[in-house]
């Protein structure tokens, strides 16, 4: 790499030491609105450990110069308690707001918050979406106050069969999936899909169980077994996939998973040894990404026995710290209008927030779990298994058009 002349590094240096100036030793609150109680409290109490973690990684050098504050509340997973919890963040000087588990929180964040920026000038609140995935909330339902880090319910759909067309072996493919926005698009669209990709499989089943409530999958994986299929996709997250995948195991089911959270608490455990090769992932990064956040992965398991899987996380504070950089400051508003459209670089790569819908645009990677070791060797939940990579999809092969019509405040 040529050495950077003098001079224009000088004037690098002051124009860093300039925007983090305006902001210098600013606090910036976030609340974080997710499940600590139920079924999923395992997961929400690690994303809301991961978003402490990284807040202090992201103190100690992030060129705004600000202090990242985190303010946990528990939502329980209900679109009701998720407004009052809002509404609580709001009253201990929250501006950011963060949420990824269910797309009904979501939607019910953003309804709050669009009346409230237009009662409140001034005391505007943005909404960083790490994990809820209805391509409603950027179509249809789009908000100006809302941006979504995670890639949507069709985005993944769109790599993971882009990936099972050129698997000839798959033949019958079961579909089960939680009965609410996410799983009931997980299931339109994967038949749309395989469809236009591949009209030669057969859809075998098409199951909606209740979200975060059912404790013995055996009953379905009966229904899956009888069916014939080679093949299930599901976008079951949590409890709900790790007790499906449990059940899948302990009756001896010989069929291919492919899911959109394999990461997620107690999967890993769930599949073990008797998984090997048999389950499939589709997300924006992997166990064994190397560099910066991978010796962040390290750090969080050494210090909770843990695992550092909702990676866009890391994203959420890359491009929050990009923007008061930008603007020279922390108001939502400035940050919102800085955001749209923004090019910047997390991660896994290059990422761009789509300027008419807010959507992360990002690549995607398919990965399969398997022993650990050689190239992989991080092991989720101490399992000596992984999810390796075996393809990876840039992002406009798995981008999806957008009907949102923005309505931007005057």
Not at 49 to 70: D, H, M, P, R, T
Not at 191 to 209: F, M
Not at 255 to 267: D, E, L, N, R, S
Request: glycine share 8%.
């Amino acid at each position: 790499m040529r050495p950077i002349p003098s001079l224009l590094a000088f004037c690098m240096m002051a124009a860093s030491t300039g925007a983090a100036f305006a902001q210098s030793g600013q606090t910036v609150k976030i609340a974080w609105l997710d499940p600590l109680s139920g079924l999923m409290a395992a997961v929400g109490t690690n994303q809301l450990k991961s978003f402490q973690f990284l807040a202090e990684e992201f103190n100690k050098k992030n060129a705004a110069g600000v202090k990242y504050e985190i303010i946990g509340i528990d939502n329980k997973l209900s679109p009701q308690e998720t407004t009052s919890a809002l509404r609580s963040a709001m009253d201990q000087g929250a501006r950011y707001v963060v949420q990824g588990n269910g797309s009904g929180p979501a939607l019910a964040i953003m309804d709050a918050l669009e009346k409230h920026n237009a009662r409140n000038p001034g005391k505007e609140v943005l909404f960083l979406n790490y994990a809820a995935v209805d391509p409603d909330l950027t179509n249809s339902k789009c908000s100006y106050w809302h941006f979504r880090f995670d890639a949507d319910t069709s985005m993944k759909m769109e790599a993971l069969t882009t990936y099972m067309k050129d698997q000839p072996e798959i033949k019958k493919v079961y579909l089960i999936n939680q009965n609410y926005s996410h799983g009931q698009q997980v299931s339109k669209f994967a038949k749309e899909n395989l469809k236009n990709k591949r009209p030669d499989v057969e859809i075998v089943g098409d199951d909606l169980h209740p979200l975060a409530q059912v404790r013995d999958f055996s009953p379905y994986i009966a229904k899956i077994k009888q069916s014939g299929a080679d093949s299930v996709i599901t976008g079951n997250w949590g409890s709900d996939l790790a007790l499906l995948i449990k059940a899948s195991n302990d009756a001896g089911l010989n069929v291919k998973f492919y899911t959109y959270y394999a990461v997620t608490t107690g999967t890993p455990t769930a599949m073990g040894a008797a998984s090997d090769g048999k389950v499939y992932a589709v997300g924006y990064g992997h166990y064994n990404m190397g560099g910066e956040i991978q010796k962040l992965a390290d750090q969080y398991k050494a210090k909770f026995n843990d695992d550092l899987y909702t990676t866009d996380i890391y994203t959420v504070y890359a491009a929050l710290t990009e923007a008061f950089v930008r603007t020279k400051s922390t108001d939502p508003v400035k940050v919102a209008a800085a955001m749209e459209g923004m090019k910047f670089k997390s991660y896994n790569g290059d990422v761009e927030m789509r300027k008419n819908d807010h959507q992360l645009q990002q690549g995607l990677y398919i990965s399969r779990w398997e022993k650990a070791g050689g190239k992989y060797p991080y092991s989720p939940e101490n399992t000596g298994y992984t999810l390796a990579p075996v393809k990876y999809y840039e992002a406009y092969v798995a981008s999806t058009p957008s009907s949102c019509q923005m309505k931007r405040p005057s």
